[in-house]
């Protein structure tokens, strides 16, 4: 029998990131990547999908603590990014 191999800090993190749900056209929320989708996808490329959003930008005083980011897709943290520097 082999000695189980515990899941790597990369592994947790794209499965945490794969809880991530938002509402669809109808109001109900769904996972940002499918299940099936994800089946077919390493821990790289499903981190990848995603960027983490300071809530108070770091010139701002706001740092990298846990409380302070936000993951969010490479597209919405694009356009948020886009509507804060306005």
């Known amino acids: 029998m082999s ?9 947790k993190l794209a499965a945490t990131l794969l ?13 940002v990547i499918s299940f099936e989708e994800a089946k077919g996808m390493t821990p790289d490329e499903i981190i990848a999908r995603y960027q983490f959003d300071h809530a108070v930008y770091v010139t701002w005083g706001g ?15 694009r356009a948020k ?3 804060d520097l306005k």
């Open 3 to 11: 000695k189980r191999q515990r899941p790597t800090l990369k592994q």
């Open 19 to 31: 809880t991530i749900v938002r509402p669809n056209e109808f109001g109900q929320l769904v996972p």
């Open 63 to 77: 740092g990298n603590h846990p409380v302070n980011l936000t993951p969010r897709t490479v597209a919405d943290h």
């Open 81 to 83: 990014t886009r509507r």
